[in-house]
């Protein structure tokens, strides 16, 4: 599948995000080991992430709208996508003691480590596509990130149950159309 990498290619990212050390970078990082979109990564607050029990709470996304009553648009913090998007994901052991490391208070964003300042996807995209551009790497979308997880979970026999709860699919059925090639 050409929108998710191989395990030499994620390790190629992780690299370069490690070297990276900023908290946009653990962001990408944290959306290739849990399959999070991109809005719920925004939305990340400190306060859904338990270190000491290794679970991430996705309770909500972050999304600009366009309204047309003034033309304009806004971003706004809702709950995910559906309710099966309400989840909780395992967090992957290396993962902790970077996370340890940038922990801020419960209502700060995971992004900014501020409570009152946020990123919104399309700049956390565009920081994305700069890092894997000058990383030379193939190229997949953010959204290929969620593929990748979904592949590495195949890989490694997890069940498709499982893998439909942990990227917080309604049905059963999207997660084989769209991820199990």
Sequence with gaps: NENC??????????????KQRSLKSLGIAL???????????CALQWGCIDLSGGMVHVKQT??????????????IVTAPKSFNSNRYIPLPE??????????AGPSAYLLTGSENKFIEPRTLREYYNRLMES????????????HTYATRLVEAGCDYKTISELL??????????TYVH
Excluded: W
């Excluded at 959306?31 to 990564?41: D, H, Q, S, V, W």
């Excluded at 709208?65 to 971003?75: A, D, E, F, L, M």
């Excluded at 790497?137 to 969620?146: N, S, W």
């Design 31 to 41: 959306a290739l080991a849990t399959g999070m979109r991109i809005g719920e990564i």
């Design 135 to 146: 990383n030379g790497t193939k190229y997949v979308t953010f959204h290929g990130l969620r």
């Design 168 to 177: 917080g699919h309604a049905d059963i059925n999207t997660t084989f159309r």
């Design 5 to 18: 990498l191989t395990l030499q290619e994620e390790y190629e990212i992780m690299k370069c995000l490690q």
């Design 62 to 75: 972050l999304q600009r709208i366009y309204t047309k009553q003034h033309g304009k648009s806004k971003v």
């Design 94 to 103: 290396k993962y902790l003691p970077t996370l340890k490391k940038y922990k």
